[in-house]
């Protein structure tokens, strides 16, 4: 048994009001979690020694079986047009059910912390009842030191019971899936749901809701930072190449998808990193792909060949498959998971209109805009045949995992970047020389080229024009780039069609916007694209 778990484990559970006559397993590590999620048939052994397991019918989170406890305390605070509620005797039923679900079961529990400042860190203790769910959320949280265990006070509490079955009559639920969030006592319930990503999200909703209390803005982004010490944040919604390019061998990685940006600069929530790993290549992406090769790394839903070894190109059960690993798993990442003020903010977009260009830089207005707005586009299910893309607006890149107002956040994000004069990009890793179906995926490396020339400034000096339709600055020449990839309408061999599908998207950004017209001065209304009649 570990040091660590020579504690009485079962005081960790008590402490929290959970009994069970199984096994508690405190804290432990990636050793003891290998024999016993194989040892329960939870997961598998990959040839190269990470561990590889299935969800089942859920792939990735479940938004709409998220609920938030509307009580005295969070009624007046949290954005209810955009998190549903559920009421406290619906939650203390859930948490007696969930506690009855448990009394015999074997369970896993992590002491962990969210948020690399010493100042604004949350203690949270992660209940699983599988082995590998504790692997997971170690992987990704920061993992305490042994002294920092010894004195360790649970803040957060979440509860990840997958064989839960909900009941929408006596929980409040829709269906028997089910995220409960309290947070007023900062307890998190999870069932019905394998798919880990729940976990880490929760911290995030709670630290969310927390932090624009202290001053602090809390931003789903990753980051990282440059040899002179400056620091990048990367927002954008998920699959728009947050893990990806945070990943740079030239840059010191802070982290990969949540951080605080405080009066010290910024901070990264996690301890790890959750990566796609659909088509994963080792050539575009050597060090995601490395961390898939060794002990330690959680594989999901990854499908293995007969010699056990990752078949990253099959997405026979879901496109969204995943590795969760340690920061330190990254050559060249933070140990501290801070960093100082950014000097670039990019915004990520996979726009599959194949319509933004692949940078364009943003006034400070402009940069609010598109914080509001949060656009990227998906990519249309291809089982059904179906290839025009559809458009995402989620505000702050990230409205499933925002409790307040987007206004409260974008209030502090406008002081921030006015405060520390950071230039600000939209970059788009979708599609480019025609929509999805007709154009290609934006290379690599053409993004991480032209990332490269914002970040270490150069880009700065290059010639901009005014796009016709967006009214950002697009450069006209960047060294290393083919030129013709930076005007998106002439990658298009259609112009009229260019011009039809610019004038479409232009148009989803007004109607989406209509929501936050009354939260936002006339400044950022002016930010807003407008249709402009197309040259030639
Ligand atoms: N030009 C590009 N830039 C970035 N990623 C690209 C590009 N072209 C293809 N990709 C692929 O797109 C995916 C980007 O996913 P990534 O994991 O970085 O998203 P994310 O923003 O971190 O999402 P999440 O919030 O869900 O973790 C990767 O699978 C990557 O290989
Ligand atoms: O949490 C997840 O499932 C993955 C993620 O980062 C996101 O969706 O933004
Ligand atoms: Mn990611």
């Known amino acids: ?83 549903k509620a559920i009421s406290p005797a619906e939650f203390e039923a859930l948490h007696a059910d969930f506690r009855a679900h448990a009394k015999a079961k074997d369970l896993y529990v992590q002491d962990l912390v969210g948020g690399a400042d010493a100042e604004l860190q949350l203690p949270v203790r992660v209940v699983t009842e599988f082995a590998w769910h504790s692997l997971f959320i170690r992987n990704l949280l920061i993992r305490p030191q ?11 509490t979440i509860i990840d019971l997958p064989s839960f079955r909900a009941d929408p009559a006596r929980h409040g639920t829709r269906t028997e899936t089910v995220i409960a969030v309290d947070l007023t ?53 998920s699959g728009t190449g947050k893990t990806t390019l945070s990943a740079d061998p030239s840059r010191t990685l802070i982290g990969d998808d949540e951080h605080g940006w ?70 060249n990442a933070s140990r501290t998971g801070r960093a100082g003020h950014p000097k670039n903010i990019i915004m990520l977009t996979a726009d599959a209109f194949g319509v933004m260009p692949p940078i364009a830089r943003l006034t400070p207005a402009q940069a609010m805009y598109h914080f509001l707005s949060g656009y990227t586009a998906k990519v249309a299910g291809t089982e059904k045949g179906v290839t025009e893309p559809e458009a995402t607006f989620s505000t702050c890149f990230g409205a499933p995992f925002m409790p307040r107002h987007p206004s409260e956040y974008g209030k502090l994000l406008r002081e921030l970047i006015a405060g520390h004069g950071v230039d600000c990009w ?22 991480r080229a032209l990332l490269g020339a914002a970040l270490d400034g150069s880009l700065n000096a290059a010639e901009f024009r005014t796009d016709a339709n967006f009214g950002f600055e697009v450069p006209v020449a960047v060294p290393g780039v083919d030129g013709a990839i930076l005007d998106p309408r002439s990658t298009w061999a259609d112009k009229a069609a260019y011009d039809r599908q ?35």
């Open 502 to 536: 610019a004038a479409k998207l232009v148009g989803m950004f007004a109607v989406n916007f209509e929501k936050f017209e009354k939260h936002v001065d006339a400044t950022i209304l002016g930010a807003a694209p407008h249709l402009q009649e197309a040259a030639e």
């Open 426 to 447: 939209l970059v788009n890793t979708g599609w480019t020389g025609g929509a999805y179906g007709t154009g290609r995926r934006m290379p690599i490396k053409v993004t």
């Open 146 to 156: 042994a002294a920092e265990l010894e004195r360790f006070v649970p803040e957060m």
């Open 262 to 331: 405080g009066p010290q600069g910024v901070f990264n929530f996690e301890g790890g990193c959750y990566a796609k790993t659909i088509r994963l290549s080792a050539e575009a992406e050597p060090e995601i792909f490395a961390t898939t090769q060794r002990f330690g790394t959680v594989l999901e839903n990854v499908v293995l060949n007969a010699g056990r070894v990752p078949d990253f190109d099959d997405g026979s059960l879901t496109e969204n498959t995943r590795c969760a690993y340690p920061l330190d798993y990254i050559p």
């Open 1 to 83: 048994m570990s040091e660590a778990g020579k504690r009485n484990p079962d005081c960790a559970i008590d402490a929290i009001g959970l009994k069970t006559t199984g096994a508690v397993r405190y804290n432990f590590g990636a050793a003891e979690l290998y024999e016993e999620a194989i040892r329960r048939g939870e997961a598998k052994l990959t040839a190269q020694g990470a561990l590889v397991a299935e969800t089942g019918q859920h792939t990735g989170r479940s938004p709409k079986d998220k609920f938030i406890v509307r009580d005295d305390n969070t009624g007046p605070h949290v954005w209810w047009d955009n998190n």
């Open 185 to 237: 006592r900062k307890i998190v319930l999870i069932g019905g749901t394998s798919y880990a990503g729940e976990m880490k999200k929760s911290v995030f909703t709670m630290l969310n809701y927390l932090l624009p209390e202290k001053g602090v803005m809390p931003m789903h982004c990753s980051a990282n930072e440059g040899p002179a010490g400056d620091a990048a944040v990367f927002f954008g919604l």
